[in-house]
Nanobody, 115 residues
Framework: QVRIVESGGGLVQPGGSLRLSCAASGNIFSIYHMGWYRQAAGKQRELVAIISSGGSTNVADSVKGRFTISRDNAKNTVYLQMNSLRPEDTAVYYC?????????WGQGTQVTVSS
């Protein structure tokens, strides 16, 4: 199972930016499909963005044009660049790694958008 550690969360004002990082263990990181999910208080976890092993990406409509997912296989790391942040983006953000039926999750990192 892949061990995942997220970082980069914090408090930011509306309109601001943050970059989340997701570091994964193992030497076969490049074949994993990676993704970011988020869960706001009292709500279900929802998909934010995914990136395949081949680099194809997809983002949720709610963040399209504002968030970008990318990966650096040499560093075993996935990034989520978040721009033009809104209060409704406040949530715990989780990174996930998937390979076949196996999926691993990180512990999450809190993002709070507030003035």
């Amino acid at each position: 199972q892949v061990r995942i550690v997220e970082s980069g969360g914090g408090l930011v004002q509306p309109g601001g930016s943050l970059r989340l990082s997701c570091a994964a263990s193992g030497n076969i990181f490049s074949i994993y499909h990676m993704g970011w999910y988020r869960q706001a208080a009292g709500k279900q976890r929802e998909l934010v963005a995914i990136i395949s092993s081949g680099g194809s990406t997809n983002v949720a409509d709610s963040v399209k044009g504002r968030f970008t997912i990318s990966r650096d296989n040499a560093k075993n790391t996935v990034y989520l660049q978040m721009n033009s942040l809104r209060p409704e983006d406040t949530a715990v953000y989780y990174c996930t790694a998937a390979l076949g039926l196996n999926r691993s999750w990180g512990q999450g990192t809190q993002v709070t958008v507030s003035s």
